[in-house]
């Protein structure tokens, strides 16, 4: 049995877009979206099962599943697990809050999501399974990202309360044992490859995690987006019942004012070289749209959680891709930037930049500064910079954040 704290609210959601009960669903999806991202980070590939090129494809009258499938499940495979899952209470009864930061009309809607903990037991459906094929994703999201549908707003931080010593290489040799070609051939399966370029990799994600310290209680209610507005006639959410439900589990929504900066505000100084963003190319891809076609977020950002009485955290985390890039958009340059101005609070280059905190959080906050930032192969890596072994970095990442 696993027992995940709830850091801030998670959203497993049903089909009339709520998230009153703990759906195994939701989390069988997440973690499914993880573990195709480490495979593909070590090389196998892994299909997009929500689009045309899911599993299975016939090649010579035989079904071929990919890596993550042959976990999974798909049309005619069953996955080798089945999760039973409890625990957890609505953060908040009624309509989804709307948080407008200063200059958008629309805002962020935010749900209920689930709050409190979560007991999560594995059950085996089939020998060649074992619970480290779960243990390995879970711990990566719970350490680093977060579980559960729309982490790009804030919600699914969590935190594993076992004690569990979470072996790589275990995972590694699991893995190619279930794709060993002779178990394939018993059960007349072939192993599907393909190209991983256009599909999330571990190889090329990033995880950061940014402190800060406040010295009142009521600081969440100067948030952009929380606060009132006289002059917009905002009324803001510091007295809305939905809002103080929020805050008492220990969490505040600051996802909408960090994004409203990063893609809209002063913060476009980070990916936006000039005027390379033509017909809004680089923001919609950077951080999604639903216009024509549907575009997800690379950029996910936390709600702020409690670290101690006065010491709070959130994180940035997402995927961006080597190849096929938005014309005019320079990786490393975003990648640099997004750093040095979280490390710094300043952005040392001639478009000279600062983070506007007290305008985004308020000014009962200060010391903000990024923790920790981990990056496969990369100088910007906080703990293993140019760490250029797949198992080492993902080993390290399952040890915390100073291993």
Not at 198 to 204: A, H, V
Request: proline residues 3%; aromatic residues 10%.
């Amino acid at each position: 049995m696993i027992n995940l704290k709830i850091k801030t609210p998670v959203w497993t959601g049903d089909i009339d877009t709520k998230s009153s009960l703990l759906q195994s669903t939701g989390i069988i999806g997440s973690l499914r979206w993880w573990t195709e991202a480490i495979l593909r980070g070590i090389g196998k590939y892994s299909c997009d099962p929500a689009s045309d090129e899911r599993c299975p494809k016939e090649i010579n009258d035989q079904k071929h599943y990919c890596a993550s499938c042959l976990i999974f499940g798909a049309t005619g495979m069953r996955r080798l697990f089945r999760l039973e899952l409890n625990g957890g209470t609505k953060v908040f009864d009624g309509r989804a809050l709307n948080i407008k930061p200063d200059g958008r009309n629309r805002g962020w809607y935010l749900g209920s999501g689930l709050m409190g903990d979560i007991k999560l037991n594995i059950v085996p459906l089939d020998e060649s399974f074992d619970e480290s094929l779960v243990l390995v994703p879970l711990t990566v999201a719970a350490k680093w990202g977060g579980i559960g549908a729309k982490t790009q707003h804030g919600y699914g931080v969590v935190e594993m309360e076992n004690d569990l010593n979470i072996d790589f290489e275990k995972f590694s040799n699991l893995i190619e044992s279930i794709l060993n070609n002779q178990r394939l051939s018993k059960l007349g399966l072939g192993l599907r490859i393909g190209n991983n370029d256009r599909l999330p990799d571990l190889k090329k994600m990033f995880f950061a995690k940014v402190h800060f310290e406040v010295t009142d209680n009521d600081w969440w209610k100067q948030v952009d987006g929380i606060k009132p507005d006289n002059q917009r006639n905002y009324r803001g959410h510091v007295n809305d019942q939905r809002m103080i439900n929020w805050v008492k589990t220990d969490s505040v929504p600051i996802a909408p004012a960090i994004k409203n900066w990063l893609r809209f505000d002063s913060g476009q100084n980070l990916w936006k070289t000039n005027d390379q963003n033509r017909n809004r190319e680089i923001e919609n891809w950077l951080f999604g749209t639903i216009r024509n076609t549907k575009t997800a977020s690379k950029i996910n950002i936390s709600c702020a959680y409690k670290v101690n009485d006065n010491l709070w955290e959130f994180r940035i985390w997402g995927w961006i891709p080597k190849d096929e890039l938005p014309e005019g958009f320079d990786r490393d340059r975003f990648l640099d930037n997004l750093k040095e101005v979280n490390l710094k609070g300043v952005l040392d280059r001639s478009e000279s930049l600062t983070v506007p905190w007290n305008e985004l959080l308020g000014n009962q906050t200060n010391n903000h500064k990024l923790k920790v930032w981990r990056e496969f192969k990369s100088s910007r890596d906080t703990v293993k910079p140019h760490e250029s072994d797949i198992s080492n970095y993902i080993q390290s990442l399952l040890g915390g954040e100073e291993q």
